[in-house]
């Protein structure tokens, strides 16, 4: 990867160091926290008996886009997830896409990866042990038999650092073939700008396609986990 | 026994190299669903739109074999090479 831009704050001794993809990352946050408070605000004036437009029809095809994703899975009991999981989403899908313009993907750092995992990870065991206490959840890692304890708890931690490599490498790959590219592109000038002509299938694929799709998976995975700590009590 | 710095380099670079043969095996896997999916879609076309979801996320999770290949010949020419 290209050497790229850091920030350094420095108070006194005290050194911090932020990444450009954390950086852009925090950008996003804070440019949809200013979208979300607007758009709530339209939403609370916008007048129910008419057609939606403008921003809070956007707003609403932006929550269908989320159930669309995370409905079949979850269960009617564990539908109040839904807000979560549309936060995750939209944060995922507007990192996955930044390569668009040129901003290194918050998602191509490993952190970034493990954090929305280990989120997911915590939301999947708060609700098995919500679902029948922390006994009940102890017995069932020992389920059929008490020798099979050790497997069922790499089955527990295994999910995550899967989500999380999944997610990694994808996006990792992808921004590394499109720099290479570009530095062949480089190289070879000035008979390479006749490759320009190539570039934007390159973002097509792997930012576009990649990114829609691996957000796709990761929420299509957790919330079917998510779903399966309650059907077993449920019937 | 001492190594010579440009013979680890060059090692972990082949080792690499080695790793992404995992690929192999994910190509064939997704190959095979994806046989499967067009086989399924014309036997039964109004079903399209589920077989297609359906595929795509089987192919994403047989991707994760590669995937992990990937990662490792990543970690091997950035630490090592």
Known sequence: MSQVSEIIIRIGDFKLEIQQSIFVWLCICFFSMFFFYFAGKKIEKADPSKAPKGLVYVCEEIYNLILYVVQGNLKETTLHYVPMFGTLILLMLVSNLTGLIGLQNPTSNVSFNATLAVTMWLMWQYQAIKKGGFVARLKELTEPMWLLTPLNIIGELAPPISLTMRLFGNILAGSIITLMIYTLIKNIAPWGYLGLTLTPFIHMYFDVFSGVIQTYIFFTLGSFFLGQQVSKEAE | ?81
Do not use: D
Request: aromatic share 8%.
């Open chain 2, 1 to 81: 026994m001492e190594f010579n710095q440009f013979f680890v380099q060059g090692m972990a670079l082949l080792g690499a190299g080695i790793a992404m043969v995992a690929g192999l095996g994910q190509g064939i896997g997704q190959g095979f669903a994806a046989g499967k999916g067009a086989e399924s879609v014309g036997r039964n076309p109004e079903a399209s739109g589920k077989i297609q979801s359906i595929m795509v996320l089987g192919i994403a999770l047989a991707e994760t074999t590669g995937i992990y290949s990937l990662v490792i010949a990543i970690l091997l020419i950035f630490v090592k090479g």
